[in-house]
């Protein structure tokens, strides 16, 4: 989850860093440092957010370097302080090292290279393998320093990103990488190591992701890669897609409001090219390579973690609605560590907006050993997950700084309308004139997410008097239900309230008893099936002095008498329901962690992607 970044060429590196580490903060700010390679070989690091360290730098000075490395930390081994903080140094202060994962089996090194005298300085695992490779490397006389470095990572078990430099070799630079991403920027003379593009676009747009187990040496100018075993492999060389323009705020006050306002954008990106409405068909690669696959499906398994779980939920019922083929959704952490039923019969839809969800890779290698067919959906090009997967579908949202997901959700749903469609429609499931309802209804979506968005100052009001409030209750049926969980887990995320998603029904059973004149409860109270129920269930909350917040259709006059406070969302079909329920809740969160003095875009102890347990 940390973030990594390195610069070797003729620039002055310090630059470099900094800018890439502020543009991977996202990914953890705990603690930041660098280390800088000249004339000699300085470190600076401190706990807290990046500016703290540039402020810290600037205080003590630092000498001129064409070689560095940098590090924003999310907490593992150790708590965020001066002295976890990364690079770590060997023993003899010549080997830095930055590093990203974790490494499970760090104790047990630890107590060996004690016993050959090695003294640590930290609490953290990474400490370990920057001693364990300057051990090899001194101990075995005439050993190049790379080989030393791939020794030491065939030693080591768990995850990792990597960037190692070298005191006494100002000319070499080492990446490697095992379940965290890596990527490798290619400019003129010069190379950048990141986990992930946001850094590199700036000065270059040709990139090489590195796979599992590929170790990046950069020597004299020269990249070779090769795998941990020492083979040698041809690299592929990527063009970027992304614009340095989607990665800055562009006149928002936060990533998180930005990406909020992107959603008309997003979803039609991910609509577009992929639906034909003269033809009355949806076209995707990945449902035409594995068409046979789809036709004959016994059973769905969907895994996701966060906010792509809750997506998978509205996928459980897109699919049996539409497709009329039984799902299971999973936490991708509980499928990987019990022993699921899946075979060759199934297919897995892996959700990840990073691509890189260390619970969501491991569960795709489980269901691979066991003969699934994977399809992945991600939001990131080149990631992990569609790598690992056999057929996939990008959602096209665009770059999502802000933890808290908000555009990646709406996108993935929107993927899943269209798999679902599509399926739907080549096994007969779906009339003709069903598919021609949906794919013009889809069609309308963005200029209705964009009217919804209209409601930005009345949700800001209604934050203003609920901003005090020590819990939410978020209710909601049928499609309103993960919509409600998501809404909850928002206004969790950033504005540290506690918030609990219900299916409307499961009121009765627990959570009324929490319901007097200090609850809000928000419910997704549209004109669609189970509309009476839902008035029945806020009956019982009017009764019991809840307060009463409703997502409802627009022109509802009778919620409007009944709820104490209404936003409105055009009408739309039930099945795309959750690309314009959502919107307001994201707005409700944004603007009470706002009003409460939260950082909205970097919530304590939460990072944008989760690539350890």
Same mark, same amino acid.
């Given at each position: 989850?940390?973030?990594?970044? @390195?610069?070797?060429?003729?620039?002055?590196?310090?630059?470099?860093?900094?800018?890439?580490?502020?543009?991977?903060?996202?990914?953890?700010?705990?603690?930041?440092?660098?280390?800088?390679?000249?004339?000699?070989?300085?470190?600076?690091?401190?706990?807290?957010?990046?500016?703290?360290?540039?402020?810290?730098?600037?205080?003590?000075?630092?000498?001129?370097?064409?070689?560095?490395?940098?590090?924003?930390?999310?907490?593992?081994?150790?708590?965020?302080?001066?002295?976890?903080?990364?690079?770590?140094?060997?023993?003899?202060?010549?080997?830095?090292?930055?590093?990203?994962?974790?490494?499970?089996?760090?104790?047990?090194?630890?107590?060996?290279?004690?016993?050959?005298?090695?003294?640590?300085?930290?609490?953290?695992?990474?400490?370990?393998?920057?001693?364990?490779?300057?051990?090899?490397?001194?101990?075995?006389?005439?050993?190049?320093?790379?080989?030393?470095?791939?020794?030491?990572?065939?030693?080591?078990?768990?995850?990792?990103?990597?960037?190692?430099?070298?005191?006494?070799?100002?000319?070499?630079?080492?990446?490697?990488?095992?379940?965290?991403?890596?990527?490798?920027?290619?400019?003129?003379?010069?190379?950048?190591?990141?986990?992930?593009?946001?850094?590199?676009?700036?000065?270059?747009?040709?990139?090489?992701?590195?796979?599992? @187990?590929?170790?990046?040496?950069?020597?004299?100018?020269?990249?070779?890669?090769?795998?941990?075993?020492?083979?040698?492999?041809?690299?592929?060389?990527?063009?970027?897609?992304?614009?340095?323009?989607?990665?800055?705020?562009?006149?928002?006050?936060?990533?998180?409001?930005?990406?909020?306002?992107?959603?008309?954008?997003?979803?039609?990106?991910?609509?577009?090219?992929?639906?034909?409405?003269?033809?009355?068909?949806?076209?995707?690669?990945?449902?035409?390579?594995?068409?046979?696959?789809?036709?004959?499906?016994?059973?769905?398994?969907?895994?996701?973690?966060?906010?792509?779980?809750?997506?998978?939920?509205?996928?459980?019922?897109?699919?049996?609605?539409?497709?009329?083929?039984?799902?299971?959704?999973?936490?991708?952490?509980?499928?990987?560590?019990?022993?699921?039923?899946?075979?060759?019969?199934?297919?897995?839809?892996?959700?990840?907006?990073?691509?890189?969800?260390?619970?969501?890779?491991?569960?795709?290698?489980?269901?691979?050993?066991?003969?699934?067919?994977?399809?992945?959906?991600?939001?990131?090009?080149?990631?992990?997950?569609?790598?690992?997967?056999?057929?996939?579908?990008?959602?096209?949202?665009?770059?999502?700084?802000?933890?808290?997901?908000?555009?990646?959700?709406?996108?993935?749903?929107?993927?899943?309308?269209?798999?679902?469609?599509?399926?739907?429609?080549?096994?007969?499931? /779906?009339?003709?004139?069903?598919?021609?309802?949906?794919?013009?209804?889809?069609?309308?979506?963005?200029?209705?997410?964009?009217?919804?968005?209209?409601?930005?100052?009345?949700?800001?009001?209604?934050?203003?008097?609920?901003?005090?409030?020590?819990?939410?209750?978020?209710?909601?049926? @049928?499609?309103?239900?993960?919509?409600?969980?998501?809404?909850?887990?928002?206004?969790?995320?950033?504005?540290?309230?506690?918030?609990?998603?219900?299916?409307?029904?499961?009121?009765?059973?627990?959570?009324?008893?929490?319901?007097?004149?200090?609850?809000?409860?928000?419910?997704?109270?549209?004109?669609?099936?189970?509309?009476?129920?839902?008035?029945?269930?806020?009956?019982?909350?009017?009764?019991?002095?809840?307060?009463?917040?409703?997502?409802?259709?627009?022109?509802?006059?009778?919620?409007?008498?009944?709820?104490?406070?209404?936003?409105?969302?055009?009408?739309?079909?039930?099945?795309?329901?959750?690309? /314009?329920?959502?919107?307001?809740?994201?707005?409700?969160?944004?603007?009470?962690?706002?009003?409460?003095?939260?950082?909205?875009?970097?919530?304590?102890?939460?990072?944008?992607?989760?690539?350890?347990?």
């Amino acid at each position: 989850m940390c973030g990594i970044v @390195g610069y070797i060429g003729p620039k002055q590196a310090f630059p470099v860093l900094i800018k890439g580490l502020t543009r991977l903060e996202y990914r953890g700010y705990d603690s930041a440092g660098v280390a800088l390679l000249g004339d000699e070989l300085q470190v600076f690091k401190k706990a807290g957010k990046v500016s703290v360290l540039e402020e810290y730098v600037a205080q003590q000075g630092k000498k001129p370097a064409n070689v560095g490395i940098g590090h924003t930390r999310w907490a593992t081994h150790g708590e965020p302080n001066d002295r976890n903080a990364h690079p770590h140094l060997s023993q003899n202060g010549e080997i830095a090292i930055i590093h990203n994962g974790i490494i499970e089996n760090y104790n047990s090194l630890k107590v060996e290279l004690q016993q050959r005298g090695h003294e640590f300085k930290s609490d953290t695992d990474t400490e370990v393998l920057v001693h364990l490779i300057e051990d090899i490397y001194i101990h075995n006389e005439g050993l190049p320093f790379e080989e030393a470095v791939r020794m030491a990572l065939g030693q080591v078990i768990g995850a990792y990103a990597v960037v190692v430099l070298n005191k006494t070799m100002p000319d070499l630079l080492i990446g490697a990488r095992k379940g965290s991403p890596m990527v490798i920027g290619i400019g003129d003379g010069e190379h950048y190591i990141a986990s992930d593009a946001a850094p590199l676009v700036e000065y270059t747009r040709n990139v090489i992701y590195l796979n599992d @187990g590929e170790v990046a040496v950069i020597d004299k100018g020269e990249l070779v890669i090769k795998t941990i075993d020492n083979d040698i492999k041809t690299p592929y060389i990527q063009e970027l897609e992304i614009h340095l323009e989607s990665i800055e705020k562009g006149g928002y006050d936060h990533f998180m409001i930005k990406e909020i306002f992107e959603q008309p954008r997003s979803v039609y990106d991910s609509i577009r090219g992929r639906i034909s409405l003269k033809e009355e068909l949806v076209e995707m690669a990945g449902i035409k390579q594995y068409e046979n696959k789809w036709m004959n499906l016994k059973r769905i398994l969907i895994v996701g973690c966060g906010t792509s779980w809750h997506a998978a939920l509205v996928g459980e019922y897109l699919f049996e609605d539409l497709a009329r083929i039984p799902v299971e959704v999973e936490y991708a952490s509980e499928f990987r560590y019990r022993n699921p039923v899946v075979g060759e019969e199934d297919m897995v839809i892996a959700i990840s907006q990073s691509g890189e969800t260390a619970d969501t890779l491991a569960a795709i290698e489980l269901a691979k050993s066991r003969g699934a067919t994977i399809f992945g959906i991600c939001n990131v090009v080149g990631a992990s997950i569609p790598r690992a997967s056999d057929a996939g579908a990008y959602t096209h949202a665009g770059p999502e700084i802000g933890v808290a997901s908000t555009k990646a959700f709406t996108a993935q749903v929107t993927a899943l309308i269209l798999i679902a469609i599509a399926v739907g429609q080549r096994k007969g499931t /779906l009339t003709k004139e069903r598919v021609r309802t949906l794919l013009n209804e889809l069609e309308t979506i963005p200029s209705k997410i964009e009217k919804t968005l209209e409601s930005n100052d009345l949700i800001k009001f209604i934050a203003e008097e609920f901003k005090d409030a020590r819990n939410f209750l978020y209710l909601g049926r @049928g499609y309103g239900f993960p919509v409600a969980l998501e809404g909850a887990l928002k206004l969790k995320e950033i504005s540290y309230i506690h918030a609990e998603g219900y299916p409307a029904a499961e009121m009765k059973h627990g959570p009324i008893a929490l319901i007097d004149e200090e609850m809000p409860v928000v419910v997704i109270a549209t004109n669609h099936s189970s509309y009476e129920k839902v008035i029945s269930n806020i009956q019982e909350v009017k009764a019991r002095k809840g307060k009463v917040i409703a997502i409802a259709t627009e022109g509802d006059t009778m919620m409007k008498k009944m709820a104490d406070y209404v936003i409105e969302i055009p009408d739309c079909d039930e099945v795309l329901l959750p690309l /314009l329920a959502t919107i307001p809740l994201q707005l409700l969160s944004y603007h009470i962690a706002v009003m409460r003095g939260c950082n909205v875009d970097q919530p304590r102890n939460l990072a944008k992607s989760v690539t350890v347990e």
